[in-house]
């Protein structure tokens, strides 16, 4: 989606001098273990279009967050864009039940203004990115998942860290 979130992990783990483990990294590996089609997948894509794949991929998602989650721990993990959205409310509440031990599940975002969000990430794009775009900012189950927010707009990198860092510091307290 393109709000920073491994840049901002990369930081969060290197002054945090914890491993930063990133969910593109390990997702591919994760898909496999249930029988990930890619061949299938690219069907889909150039016969249905994108939004089939983003289906598609969905079971294999909510098996990724989970191995990522057991697998990883005292770490920075970032997800990607879709880990974290979840129209089927069964892999919402084992999304809710693999994220329950964590205590810091922070959403980035530009802005608490989601047309704006829209703005940002889309510019004046309207295509099947921005739509899929507008159904992440849009959907519920960030929020749900989500322990804290943090905006991005008009921030460096160094100031959404420090903001991130905030986050985790007032909770200490």
Not at 131 to 159: C, M, Q, W
Request: aromatic share 10%; with cysteine; charged share 30%.
């Amino acid at each position: 989606m393109g709000v920073g979130k491994s840049t901002i992990g990369k930081l969060l783990a290197s002054h945090l001098k914890l491993p930063q483990k990133s969910m593109d990294e390990f997702r591919w590996d994760y898909y496999k273990e249930i029988g990930y089609d890619k061949t299938y997948a690219r069907e889909l894509d150039q016969t249905e279009g994108g939004l089939s794949v983003y289906r598609y991929w969905k079971q294999f998602e909510i098996h990724a967050v989970e191995r990522l989650l057991e697998e990883h721990n005292n770490c920075v993990i970032d997800f990607g864009a879709g880990h974290s959205v979840y129209e089927d409310d069964a892999y919402l509440q084992r999304a809710k039940a693999a994220l329950k031990p964590f205590q810091y599940v922070i959403l980035l975002l530009p802005s608490p203004d989601k047309s704006l969000c829209l703005k940002r990430l889309n510019g004046n794009e309207i295509d099947e990115d921005a739509e899929l775009n507008r159904h992440f900012i849009e959907h519920k189950s960030n929020y749900e998942l989500a322990t804290h927010i943090v905006y991005t707009e008009g921030a460096t990198p160094d100031e959404t860290l420090a903001d991130v860092l905030k986050v985790i510091m007032v909770s200490l307290n």
